[in-house]
């Protein structure tokens, strides 16, 4: 009967290099996340592999050798499920003894399987016999599926220690196994003239020399997986550090943008003017509000301001340019224009007032003081583009992020919770998509803005 394959599964230890490079704490976590969520992913696939794959071999095996005696192979087969399952559990990103301690039980579970006779079969079978059908083989399968969840230190170990299992099982049979009478006599008798072909057809015969070729070259296609499955990782470093630069740019701009500007090669290094629009908003009466209150206390009120805030710019297409102690500025159109910025910006400033009217619902049943919050809005060209040098920082700069700030102040004189420039008034029309949110307005013209020699026509909404 000719032993079965047994495949084995995977467990892992990921010790990912560096390859001498210092990275940064933020992305050391977000790579260390990634290999995490890679190697629980090789975990998951090669346990489902072990699991289908087994089942399928025990039935192999019954197409085989029809016989009672190939239960001991399926016994086999059983603990290899379950090692595989208690690998699976235990399976983490780091050094784990106890998961490379199952990962070596796997190997030995699987030499011992495939050197040792079964002891239910009656036939009087060489051991040497056990290393003729060739079942080494298998143990690609388990360096291929460990590719999947493994370390390139795990891979060449797995080839290591199974070269060395291997080679170890092949001395112990040497030493201890006893031929079976007449077999070496009678394939001398018929090959005696090729001393060669005499000992290969032997079945007392170990071939020593092939079986350490196959332990040889397993070793070197460990040694190549290994160091495949180590450029991968670095791979997936640097995949993880692009992710955690698309996460800094996903704080400043809306997940639209960001999907635009990864797949552009430095579109914000580009300085240029476009027409955009700005959006100033404000806590009104901020330090009076904060004077009583502890310090702990106004860092969490500003961070749910800002969160709520933040949310609205956001889900308009926005760019959080910047926090402003108790506010913020946003703007619409970059960094790249679009075809509604102007009634994009006016539909933010909507948002905000009635997630402000939500959230002081709240906090009048908690018994808080209310929070209002002037808005400002025009649009009008900037100046876009990259300012600093080492530190880079997307910036707007221009007349128009002037005139916004000032309509925000002007919330005050107004008593008007929001306040947008005629010129945003008249791109919102010309954009056609947001007329009604023009609605409820109260016309102020001539209004004094400070930088501006000749005074201005505004729109307001309490």
């Avoid at 940064?24 to 696939?45: C, I, P, V």
């Amino acid at each position: 009967m000719t032993d079965t394959a047994l495949i084995s599964g995977t467990g892992a230890v990921q010790e990912p290099g560096t390859g001498g490079r210092k990275i940064s704490t933020a992305e050391n976590r977000f790579a260390e996340a990634a290999l995490d969520a890679h190697k629980q992913r090789g975990l998951q696939l090669a346990v489902r592999a072990r699991w289908i794959a087994l089942p399928i071999i025990a039935v192999f095996i019954i197409f085989l050798n029809p016989a009672w005696e190939i239960l001991y192979y399926h016994g086999i087969l059983a603990l290899l499920c379950l090692n595989g399952w208690f690998i699976s559990r235990v399976g983490k990103v780091g050094r784990s003894r106890l998961e490379l301690f199952l990962i070596f039980l796997d190997l030995l579970i699987m030499t011992i399987g495939l050197v040792m006779p079964n002891p239910f079969d009656a036939r009087e079978i060489p051991v040497a016999m056990q290393y003729r059908f060739d079942n080494f083989q298998y143990f690609f399968v388990i360096l291929a599926a460990g590719t999947m969840a493994y370390s390139w230190r795990t891979v060449i170990a797995i080839g290591t220690w199974t070269a060395t299992m291997w080679l170890s099982a092949l001395a112990l049979a040497w030493w201890f196994a006893t031929p079976v009478p007449g077999l070496s006599e009678a394939v001398a008798a018929t090959l005696g003239f090729a001393p060669e072909l005499a000992e290969f057809f032997d079945p007392n015969s170990f071939v020593i020399q092939l079986r350490v070729q196959e332990a040889v070259v397993f070793v070197l296609v460990a040694v190549t997986l290994g160091f495949s499955v180590r450029r991968f990782n670095a791979l997936l470093r640097s995949n993880a550090s692009l992710e955690r630069e698309r996460a800094n740019l996903s704080r400043y701009f809306s997940p639209n943008v960001v999907d635009q500007l990864s797949q552009n090669d430095e579109p914000l290094k580009q300085v240029r003017s476009e027409n955009v629009a700005v959006l100033f908003i404000d806590i009104v009466g901020f330090t009076r509000l904060s004077s009583g209150m502890d310090p702990r206390m106004v860092i969490d009120l500003l961070r749910e301001f800002h969160g709520r805030m933040e949310r609205e710019v956001f889900r308009h297409h926005g760019t959080l340019d910047k926090y402003l102690g108790d506010g913020l500025m946003a703007t619409f159109g970059t960094p790249v224009a679009g075809r509604q910025d102007a009634t994009n910006a006016l539909a933010c400033a909507h948002s905000m007032r009635e997630s402000l009217i939500a959230w002081n619902r709240e906090r009048a049943r908690q018994g808080k003081a209310e929070i209002r919050a002037g808005i400002g809005i025009h649009y009008g060209e900037a100046l876009l583009g990259d300012i600093g040098s080492n530190r880079l920082e997307f910036a707007v700069l221009g007349m128009t992020v002037n005139i916004a700030a000032r309509l925000e102040n002007l919330t005050r004189k107004l008593q008007a919770g929001i306040v947008i420039s005629e010129t945003l008034a008249a791109q919102v029309r010309a954009e056609q998509a947001g007329l009604h949110l023009l609605d409820g307005n109260v016309r102020h013209p001539d209004q004094e803005v400070r930088g501006l020699d000749q005074p201005m026509t505004v729109l307001a909404w309490a």
